[in-house]
């Protein structure tokens, strides 16, 4: 299994270099003669690059997970220490509200929870029920909404 990834990987490295040159190429002879079989070979010569660029910044991506996961588990103090800035970047240790500095627990729990129920509650004196369709054109006409009826 080591040997076919390994030949693999040489394949793949060799892949890149070699659709760069193509694509130089077919883009030289373009300038040359411009012909319709050249721009579906070059549309083609792009998709390809596309693709191998795609896998290399996947294998990458998955590379550089491993090697996360892998200290991580070690326990190393690399991944405490980046846990603990994690942590103590996503607490909230105070608030203001109407222009005073709240810091007790129990206090910022009180606020946040009235904030967004504030927030999420519907205010029957700001809602006009009145003129809220006045805008929306009417698609159905009476005759036809009565008939429905």
């Known amino acids: 299994m080591k040997t076919w990834a390994r030949e693999n990987e040489k394949k793949n490295k060799k892949r890149r270099p070699e659709l760069t040159k193509k694509m130089d190429s077919l883009q030289e002879a373009k300038e040359i003669k411009e012909d319709k079989q050249d721009y579906l070979q070059e549309n083609e010569l792009f998709g390809e690059m596309y693709r191998e660029n795609r896998k290399e910044e996947e294998e990458m991506r998955l590379k550089s997970r491993s090697l996360w996961l892998n200290a991580g588990d070690k326990n190393t103090t690399c991944f405490h220490n980046s846990m603990q800035i994690r942590r103590a970047r ?45 805008h929306t054109p009417k698609k159905i006409r009476d005759g036809q909404n009565a008939e429905i009826m």
Request: without cysteine.
């Open 90 to 134: 996503n607490q909230i240790d105070k608030i203001q509200v109407d222009g005073q500095e709240i810091k007790r627990v129990e206090e910022l729990k009180k606020e946040t929870h009235n904030h967004f129920k504030n927030l999420l509650t519907a205010n029957e004196e700001i809602a006009d029920h009145d003129n809220f369709l006045q």
